[in-house]
Nanobody, 126 residues
Framework: QVQLVESGGGLVQAGGSLRLSCAASGLTFSNYAMGWFRQPPGKEREFVAG????????YYADSVKGRLTVSRDNAKNTVYLQMNSLKPEDTAVYSC???????????????????WGKGTLVTVSS
């Protein structure tokens, strides 16, 4: 079965950096677009960043453009989220996700994703 496992979360001061990783198994990783989502405390899950199956196209929420960078290594079945200039409002559980079908992405909303990791907590202190 498909498994997505995130790592790299933790506590960081405002202005600091973190790099999240998501290791995938059970799917032909290089054929799947991948997304990063986050759920702040008491709020709904929201889209953060996405990357096409080849890695050639990336997508970002306006709130993170210029600060967060999504990338992937298809040889390692891993997608990354480099997080720089972190703000307290970036505090959330960050999860990676994949859509149901390969070579296809209908929407970068949570409803457009089929497979989810359990998430990793990022806490940014002021």
């Amino acid at each position: 079965q498909v498994q997505l496992v995130e790592s790299g979360g933790g506590l960081v001061q405002a202005g600091g950096s973190l790099r999240l990783s998501c290791a995938a198994s059970g799917l032909t990783f290089s054929n799947y677009a991948m997304g990063w989502f986050r759920q702040p405390p008491g709020k709904e899950r929201e889209f953060v960043a996405g990357i096409s199956w080849s890695g050639g196209t990336t997508y970002y929420a306006d709130s993170v453009k210029g600060r967060l960078t999504v990338s992937r290594d298809n040889a390692k079945n891993t997608v990354y989220l480099q997080m720089n200039s972190l703000k307290p409002e970036d505090t959330a559980v960050y999860s990676c996700a994949a859509p149901r079908y390969p070579n296809y992405i209908s929407s970068w909303s949570p409803q457009g994703m089929e497979y989810w990791g359990k998430g990793t907590l990022v806490t940014v202190s002021s």
